[in-house]
């Protein structure tokens, strides 16, 4: 794995202040990096990272299909699409969307975050 300047050391995304996490309500699972010109395209990349978070292979990363949830091409094409007009799209920011109980976050340098309720953790590891 490796860290950025908005993540700690295991991988906690930072709010922009770089002090705190970005959400106390999460708690950091996984994370995973997409390339642009990785042999591996976005909707590749994600399904790895909720897979690796499940605990599971990636071919079993089936209920509910990822396309139930949301528009992956959408987000590859708006933060890493090629050029339009001869203009690159190097739009900034993120986006977040739910798979189960797992938040996902892709952000538009390539890191993808998946974090699960902090409430989650708890009541799963006390069982």
Known sequence: MTSSNDHTDDGTRLAPDGNE????????????????????????????????????????????PLYECVDIAAIEDGFFGPKVAGHTRDSEGSVSFRYNQYRVEVASDGWITVSEPAEYEEVSGSE
């Open 21 to 64: 996490p970005d959400d106390p309500d999460m708690t950091f699972v996984t994370q995973a990096h997409y390339e642009r010109e990785s042999h591996r395209d976005l909707t590749t990349e994600v399904i790895f990272a909720i897979a690796d978070a499940v605990g599971v292979a990636p071919v079993d990363i089936k209920d509910p």
